[in-house]
């Protein structure tokens, strides 16, 4: 069992950045496929960004490519998602999700492939 904690969530303005981090009670996340969702209000949870294992593999939605970067920590237990050029459309609640898997490069956009998720942080871009 692993329990996630987001942090990092704030106000910020149009064009600002922020970094958010995603920490874990196991003692390394190492294990899992990590990955980060977003849902905005009155919309469905959809996803951002993905890191293999080995961190040598990640992918991105569409909206955030070349803006956000997910990363894993030097402390294996802690991913982050730095997010840069904020848009007014980012304003959502983060998620990290993680998910078990012995490959090293594997990693999922799929909501379905996640078995562990934190409770969010909010994150506000205005105009």
């Known amino acids: 069992q692993v329990q996630l904690v987001e942090s990092g969530g704030g106000l910020v303005q149009a064009g600002g950045s922020l970094r958010v981090s995603c920490a874990a009670s196991a003692r390394t996340l190492s294990s899992y496929v990590m990955g980060w969702f977003r849902q905005a209000p009155g919309k469905e949870r959809e996803f951002v960004a993905a890191i293999s294992r080995s961190g040598m593999s990640t992918y991105y939605a569409d909206s955030v490519k070349g803006r956000f970067t997910i990363s894993r920590g030097n402390a294996k237990n802690t991913v982050y998602l730095q997010m840069n050029s904020l848009k007014p459309e980012d304003t959502a609640v983060y998620y990290c999700?993680?998910?078990?898997?012995?490959?090293?490069?594997?990693?999922?956009?799929?909501?379905?492939?996640?078995?562990?998720w934190g409770q969010g942080t909010q994150v506000t871009v205005s105009s």
């Open positions: 999700a993680a998910r078990y898997y012995s490959g090293s490069y594997y990693y999922t956009r799929f909501m379905r492939d996640y078995a562990y």
